[in-house]
Every structure is written in structure tokens, then in C-alpha cells.
């Protein structure tokens, strides 16, 4: 992967005609030195939040031992660029012969359900496998999440105790509950308050759980959307955790996802088009802007000017505009609104900030559209909730190494001096 300082370097250096996502390792790593430190628990890491294999082996060189996954090509990514690590199958839906293969081919033996269906289909595609850990989902309020998680997967309260019971008949290993709060909670209390309601569960089982499993749900900082302090949330997970019913040797485990790759990816947009306040980008819903589009969420900005590859980070007078991306799909737009200086134009770059989570993870070739480029940068993300925001994030050696070539190559005659900024 070819390592440039900003991303103003790349456009200086060349005017890519394709998108091109922007890879912060060095923020990733600070995010899961965060949670092993703060949390007192086992890190599971979501990888459908962004399965890029420079995030899973950025997560592996930093601590992060453990991966939550929902399919055969997850966990085959995780035993190629994470090899030994644990892998929990969390997806409460499974066909057996995914079960079957997780367990027999890649030594998986944690698996998620939320129906008795589910687990008759695990015991049988194991062939009634004695060491399992089995997990039951619950489903709990969502309330104070962004995206409610509510409805598709979790037993209700009145179904939970009799699964419960099953679940902890069906195996001599470990058995415990899982829940999600919903995506991007703003609610660092919500954590505790359905520890509770899996509490509640538990004892009406009248069983005793060995893992107690609180999801994902940790938020990052988006335009319009400040959460609270990281450190709000691990401590009501602690506190719900003290609560619990639970014995001495009970292990406590989350999965967060967003929180550890959101402020870790940003992608660089070309303007192909403006008509009035619409710009039109090579880069849209079918790709890395899924969120704008289907959430309205107005992602943070910054504007270079791409005329003859000058590279100008542009400032001055902001007004708001709205996207389209590059597909024949009217639904391919995202309204923001997005604030950019007033005389953005064509050829001229759009930088979108904190796409690290869900971002080049939902990209589609819908239209031919959707083939990415990734370079790696070491700037600073444009919001972080480690405070990291206006500092230098310093990459591995390598990567350094390989930073000061690109960069001695791409500075522009005559650059020298210039603070590459238009007033």
C-alpha cells in the first residue's frame, strides 16, 4: 500500500480519476490500545464494520486478539492476516454448512443464536460437539441508538429463560447472553439498563452464565452527533456488570466495531459535475457514501482544488451543498448538507472525513462504479474521540520509511515555503 503524509501529497502528486480511500493505521492503533486498557473484558472486533486487512492486521499488532464474524469469507479474512486468533460466530443465522465449516475447518466453537431452531442446527452440524460456547442473543431496547438493531435478531423476554435453559443443557463448555444496543448509541446508560434486562433472564432461567456479552453500539463523532466521552460508556458496562448475577469466573466480553475504525478512513471524491448547490462525485450510496445517503448523515468535508494537479487545500466562505454519486439511480444521493467553500468546482476534490466504519465496507459495483483505490496516510483524522483531531499519528517504521519517499516525490516545484492554503 503506497504511504503518502496527507492527502493533499497524493493530489499534488497526481489527479486520480477513481476514488480513493485513505488508510490511518496509526489511528487504529491508538483506538484498540484504548479498549484494552479501559476495558475490563475481551475486545471482539466487528469485522463487518470494515474488513479491509490492513484494519485486522493493524487490531492483531495492537492487542486485539479476538474477532467477532458473520460469515465463511470473515473468518478465512481473519485466519489470513490475524492467524490464531479467536473467532466468535456471532450471526444468530447460520446455514449448517457454515456452521460446520467454522467449526471443522477453522476451529470456531463460539457461536450466536436466538431461537431453539438455530441451536438444534448447531449441535447437528458439529456433530453434538461437547465444547462449545454457546451464546444466547437477547433483544433488548434500543432506545438512544442511531440505528435500532432491535428487529431482525434477540429472543424477547418471554422466550429468553426457556432458551437459556437449552442453551445451557446442549453444553459442557461455556454458555452466555449477548445483546446490541443498536449502532452509534448516544446513550452511554442504554449498556446498563439492558444488562439488567439480561439479568432479569437469567434468573428466571435459574441458570448461571459464563459470558456475558454486551455487543457492539460504541459510538464515533460525526458533524451534528457529539457522544459522550468513551470512557462513559466502559464505565456503565462496569457497573451493569457488578450488578449482575453472574459468578466470580464470568467472562465479559463487547464487540465494537465503529468506534475502532470510523476515525481511521476517509475517502478523496473528484467533482465531475456541479449544478448549483448538487455536486456530482465519482463516488456515491452504491459505494463508500452508503450512510450519507441512507441516514442523511453529513459527513465532515474539505475541499482541494484539482486544477493542473495544484493541490490547494481551498478555504474561504462556506455555503451548504448536497451530493450525487456517479450512478443512473436518482436514490443515488446524499442531501447532507455538506459545507464546502462557495466556489467548489469540476475537477476539484472532495475529502470525506470519518468513513472508517461502514464506508468502503458497503462499496457495490452497481453501474461498473465502486473500484476504490486505498493508500495509507498518517494525518489526522478530521474528529476523533481519543483526541487525536490537528495531531501527527505516527505509522509503523515502514510505513514512514516508505512516507518520505512519496512525499520528496510528490512536493510540487516551487513548494517549498508555500502553506498550500487559498484564502
Not at 14 to 40: M, Y
Not at 74 to 99: N, T
Not at 394 to 410: A, D, G, H, I, N
Amino acid at each position: 500500500m503506497q504511504t503518502y503524509h496527507t492527502p493533499l501529497d497524493l493530489v499534488r502528486e497526481r489527479s486520480p480519476e477513481r476514488p480513493v480511500a485513505f488508510a490511518r493505521p496509526g489511528v487504529v492503533a491508538v483506538a484498540a490500545r484504548w479498549f484494552q486498557d479501559s476495558f475490563q473484558g475481551d475486545v471482539f472486533y466487528a469485522v463487518k464494520a470494515n474488513p479491509s486487512p490492513w484494519v485486522i492486521e493493524t487490531l492483531a499488532a495492537n492487542g486485539v486478539a479476538s474477532f467477532d464474524v458473520a460469515s465463511i469469507p470473515e473468518i478465512e479474512l481473519v485466519a489470513e492476516h490475524a492467524p490464531g486468533s479467536r473467532m466468535a460466530f456471532m450471526h444468530p443465522v447460520k446455514s449448517r454448512r457454515a456452521i460446520a465449516q467454522a467449526y471443522f475447518d477453522h476451529g470456531v466453537k463460539t457461536f450466536s443464536f436466538d431461537t431453539h431452531e438455530e441451536l438444534q442446527k448447531i449441535i447437528e452440524a458439529t456433530g453434538n460437539a461437547d465444547d462449545l460456547s454457546l451464546i444466547v442473543r437477547l433483544g433488548v431496547s434500543a432506545e438512544g441508538a442511531a440505528y435500532s438493531l432491535s428487529g431482525k435478531f434477540g429472543v424477547d423476554s418471554h422466550h429468553a429463560p426457556a432458551l437459556l435453559l437449552a442453551a445451557r443443557r446442549a453444553t459442557q463448555d461455556r454458555m452466555g447472553v449477548s445483546f446490541h444496543v443498536g449502532s452509534q448509541c448516544m446513550r452511554p446508560t442504554a449498556f446498563q439498563a439492558a444488562m439488567a434486562q439480561a439479568n432479569r433472564a437469567i434468573l428466571r432461567a435459574g441458570v448461571m452464565v459464563d459470558v456475558v456479552d454486551v455487543g457492539g453500539g460504541f459510538p464515533s463523532v460525526y458533524p451534528g452527533m457529539v457522544p459522550p466521552d468513551l470512557s462513559d460508556y466502559v464505565d456503565s458496562i462496569h457497573r451493569g456488570f457488578a450488578e449482575m448475577s453472574v459468578h466470580k469466573d464470568t467472562e465479559l466480553w463487547a464487540e465494537p466495531g465503529r468506534a475502532l475504525v470510523a476515525e481511521a478512513s476517509s475517502v478523496l471524491t473528484k467533482v465531475e459535475l456541479r449544478k448549483g448547490d448538487a455536486l456530482y462525485l465519482n463516488d456515491g450510496s452504491y459505494g463508500s457514501l452508503f450512510d450519507a445517503a441512507h441516514s442523511k448523515w453529513p459527513f465532515p468535508v474539505k475541499l482541494y482544488r484539482g486544477e493542473d494537479g495544484a493541490g490547494e487545500e481551498v478555504e474561504g466562505p462556506l455555503k451548504p451543498f448536497r451530493f450525487y454519486g456517479p450512478t443512473c439511480d436518482s436514490i443515488d444521493h446524499m442531501p447532507g448538507p455538506f459545507w464546502l467553500p462557495e466556489d467548489v468546482r469540476e475537477g476539484d476534490y472532495i475529502e470525506i472525513g470519518m468513513l472508517g466504519a461502514y464506508g468502503i465496507a458497503m462499496n457495490t459495483r452497481f453501474n461498473g462504479f465502486g473500484d476504490a483505490e486505498t493508500v495509507a496516510v498518517s494525518d489526522a483524522p478530521m474528529a476523533s474521540m481519543y483526541g487525536l483531531a490537528g495531531r501527527h499519528i505516527r505509522l509503523p517504521r515502514e510505513q514512514q520509511q516508505e512516507e518520505r519517499k512519496v512525499v520528496r516525490l510528490s512536493r510540487p516545484k516551487g513548494a517549498a515555503g508555500k502553506k498550500g492554503r487559498r484564502r
